[in-house]
């Protein structure tokens, strides 16, 4: 389904993009997300499809808004039945649907007595009481804890699934993003990048994408020149004591120009376990401030000169190099991880502080 709104008040913004599955429209607060969902739902004046000049009611849309909006006075089947049409058999057909959420044994309880995840849930059930053709979901995580919010968004996903129903979920968390079908990146009121949320995260279009997405290496530097027999381009990463990167040729730079530049912290690579077998195209010294164990992966931030660079590796090979904070070690700043944009000081474009 491709949405194709434009929206001159409360505030003025274009979106054209295409859902399918689960599709995130990220953006950071303040962009109109909200708005375009109200749009699309008819609940303010815009031009666009699908559902353009239709009334709300006359909507096939099915509206989940953040905190959910359940009715603190109406237990779970009654919230459900609210959207249903008066007759003897409501309360059937909403428990009907709360069993289709896996939730009928919670028919009679009320809102407080339920946790974040079996609210959503019930809200859900009544979006899906409305025979949406299309699920909108406002900040689905913003009443859901950090240890639950995976957990909870991953079988809600499944459910868009198994219910075969597109869904457009707006939200500022990258984490949300990442558990998508499909991901719409919104920076400056209008639509900057949309793929999967691979296509995304690996290739962000420009530096405001790339901190949208909770990239934490994005800094800058000098360009000094070109490398024509090696397809490469030279920076200077001067806030890094000088240290001198190769990334594939950028032939729109030119030597002395300012650049954003950015690396996944899993292109940020520590030396093989077997020497032999470390080779470092764009070599960086660093001493270790901090390690995350996150299980099988530990997160390192490295002070290099006056900038901190976080890198992702397996915990045997961290153990392997003994790091400890204080630790001085050289990693290989992957080439191909590399990205870089022409620099820009307008204000929020992602200037590294």
Same mark, same amino acid.
């Given at each position: 389904?491709?949405?194709?709104?434009?929206?001159?008040?409360?505030? !003025? %913004?274009?979106?054209?993009?295409?859902?399918?599955?689960?599709?995130?429209?990220?953006?950071?607060?303040?962009?109109?997300?909200?708005?375009? %969902?109200?749009?699309?739902?008819?609940?303010?004046?815009?031009?666009?499809?699908?559902? =353009?000049?239709?009334?709300?009611?006359?909507?096939?849309?099915?509206?989940?808004?953040? =905190?959910?909006?359940?009715? #603190?006075?109406?237990?779970?089947?009654?919230?459900?039945?609210?959207?249903?049409?008066?007759?003897?058999?409501?309360?059937?057909? $909403?428990? +009907?649907?709360?069993?289709?959420?896996?939730?009928?044994?919670?028919?009679?309880?009320?809102?407080?007595?339920?946790?974040?995840?079996?609210?959503? !849930?019930?809200?859900?059930?009544? @979006?899906? @009481?409305?025979?949406?053709?299309?699920?909108?979901?406002?900040?689905?995580?913003?009443?859901?804890?950090?240890?639950?919010?995976?957990?909870?968004?991953?079988?809600?996903?499944?459910?868009?699934?198994?219910?075969?129903?597109?869904?457009?979920?707006?939200?500022?968390?990258?984490?949300?993003?990442?558990?998508?079908?499909?991901? @719409?990146?919104?920076?400056?009121?209008?639509?900057?990048?949309? +793929?999967?949320?691979?296509?995304?995260?690996?290739?962000?279009?420009?530096?405001?994408?790339? !901190?949208?997405?909770?990239?934490?290496?994005?800094?800058? $530097?000098?360009?000094?020149?070109?490398?024509?027999?090696?397809?490469?381009?030279?920076?200077?990463?001067?806030?890094?004591?000088?240290?001198?990167?190769?990334? #594939?040729?950028?032939?729109?730079?030119?030597?002395?120009?300012?650049?954003?530049?950015?690396? #996944? $912290? @899993?292109?940020?690579?520590?030396?093989?376990?077997?020497?032999?077998?470390? !080779?470092?195209?764009?070599?960086?010294?660093?001493?270790?401030?901090?390690?995350?164990?996150?299980?099988?992966?530990?997160?390192?931030? %490295?002070?290099?000169?006056?900038?901190?660079?976080?890198?992702?590796?397996?915990?045997?090979?961290?153990?392997?190099?003994?790091?400890?904070?204080?630790?001085?070690?050289?990693?290989?700043?992957?080439?191909?991880? %590399?990205?870089?944009? #022409?620099?820009?000081?307008?204000? +929020?474009? =992602?200037?590294?502080?």
């Amino acid at each position: 389904m491709r949405i194709d709104y434009r929206i001159d008040r409360p505030v !003025r %913004l274009e979106a054209s993009f295409e859902v399918e599955g689960f599709t995130v429209l990220l953006g950071q607060s303040g962009e109109g997300k909200t708005t375009l %969902l109200r749009a699309i739902a008819g609940l303010l004046p815009a031009q666009g499809e699908p559902f =353009g000049g239709l009334p709300p009611q006359h909507r096939a849309i099915g509206y989940l808004p953040q =905190g959910y909006a359940l009715f #603190p006075h109406l237990c779970a089947w009654e919230n459900v039945a609210f959207a249903l049409p008066r007759g003897s058999h409501r309360r059937a057909q $909403a428990i +009907g649907f709360l069993a289709r959420v896996r939730l009928a044994q919670v028919a009679d309880h009320y809102p407080i007595a339920l946790s974040g995840g079996q609210q959503q !849930r019930v809200a859900l059930a009544r @979006a899906l @009481a409305r025979k949406p053709q299309l699920l909108l979901l406002d900040e689905p995580t913003s009443a859901l804890d950090a240890a639950t919010r995976n957990e909870v968004m991953a079988e809600l996903i499944a459910e868009m699934h198994e219910f075969g129903l597109p869904a457009l979920a707006v939200s500022h968390d990258p984490h949300v993003a990442m558990l998508a079908d499909r991901v @719409a990146v919104m920076s400056g009121r209008r639509i900057v990048q949309q +793929g999967t949320p691979e296509q995304v995260l690996s290739r962000p279009a420009s530096v405001a994408v790339a !901190r949208l997405l909770g990239h934490r290496n994005v800094f800058t $530097a000098v360009v000094t020149g070109h490398e024509a027999a090696t397809g490469t381009t030279v920076l200077q990463w001067e806030t890094a004591n000088g240290s001198t990167l190769r990334v #594939p040729q950028q032939a729109g730079l030119a030597a002395g120009q300012r650049v954003h530049w950015m690396i #996944p $912290a @899993a292109a940020v690579r520590l030396p093989s376990a077997k020497a032999e077998q470390y !080779r470092s195209g764009n070599p960086v010294v660093g001493r270790v401030e901090t390690l995350l164990n996150l299980g099988a992966l530990c997160q390192v931030a %490295l002070r290099c000169g006056a900038e901190q660079l976080w890198l992702a590796a397996p915990v045997d090979l961290v153990r392997h190099h003994r790091l400890t904070p204080g630790h001085e070690i050289t990693v290989d700043l992957r080439s191909n991880g %590399l990205l870089c944009w #022409p620099h820009t000081d307008r204000p +929020g474009s =992602g200037e590294h502080a």
